[in-house]
């Protein structure tokens, strides 16, 4: 049974940083590319910053010198540094775990960042 556990969302002032954690189990870890999306009120769900199984790395233009993806594969967790958080951020982030050579897509429930003063 696959999980992916989203942690360390919430309320922060613009300007502020977030750190949110997946941990992911069921699934080996080290092969998938392992991303971030948020889906804010009203508007798609939109990739914001994914790390292949192999260290590349994409990122949103809006969130690009803001925001750091990285990944333990010994943790099986990956995570997202958000720095400079603006009332735009604000969504609830979805952990996604995907291979390319097989239909395997798995998300997580998904964690709310709010930011505003």
């Known amino acids: 049974q696959v999980q992916l556990v989203e942690s360390g969302g919430g309320l922060v002032q613009p300007g502020g940083s977030l750190r949110l954690s997946c941990a992911a189990s069921?699934?080996?870890?080290?092969?998938?590319?392992m991303g971030w999306y948020r889906q804010a009120p009203g508007k798609q769900r939109e990739l914001v910053a994914r790390?292949?199984?192999?260290?590349?790395?994409n990122y949103a233009d809006s969130v690009k010198g803001r925001f750091t993806i990285s990944r333990d594969n010994a943790k099986n967790t990956v995570y997202l540094q958000m720095n400079s958080l603006k009332p735009e951020d604000t969504a609830v982030y979805y952990c996604n775990a995907r291979r390319t050579d097989v239909p395997n897509n798995y998300w997580g429930q998904g964690t709310q960042v709010t930011v505003s003063s």
């Open positions: 069921g699934i080996i870890f080290s092969i998938y590319t």
């Open positions: 790390i292949i199984n192999g260290g590349s790395i």
